[in-house]
């Protein structure tokens, strides 16, 4: 999965079943949604494990949006594949 936009869908299913929402829009704040650093601790747990990307807690608060987080998994990938 490379692609921008399935990878901000897989995002945006993450954010939705972390934080039991049905919806969750691209540039919605993770932390306005009720979602706090625990939750943040589950979602890049499960970036990792189903993305295969490792996104640091620090950089997710920096980006907490689906837009933001998708950016950082591409970006990761990015710098995987170049090592």
Same mark, same amino acid.
């Given at each position: 999965? !490379?692609?921008?936009?399935? %990878?901000?869908?897989? %995002?945006?299913?993450? =954010?939705?079943?972390?934080?039991?929402?049905?919806? %969750?829009?691209?540039?919605?704040?993770?932390?306005?949604?009720?979602?706090? !650093?625990?939750?943040?601790?589950?979602?890049?747990?499960?970036?990792?494990?189903?993305?295969?990307?490792?996104?640091?807690? !620090?950089? =997710?608060?920096?980006?907490?949006?689906?837009?933001?987080?998708?950016?950082?998994?591409?970006?990761?990938?990015?710098?995987? !594949?170049?090592?």
């Amino acid at each position: 999965m !490379s692609n921008v936009e399935d %990878v901000q869908e897989s %995002v945006r299913e993450m =954010f939705a079943g972390v934080l039991n929402l049905e919806k %969750v829009d691209l540039d919605d704040d993770f932390f306005a949604l009720g979602g706090h !650093s625990l939750t943040a601790g589950r979602l890049t747990g499960r970036v990792k494990r189903e993305l295969g990307v490792r996104v640091a807690l !620090s950089d =997710f608060f920096s980006e907490p949006t689906v837009r933001g987080l998708s950016e950082l998994v591409l970006a990761a990938r990015q710098v995987r !594949s170049t090592s």
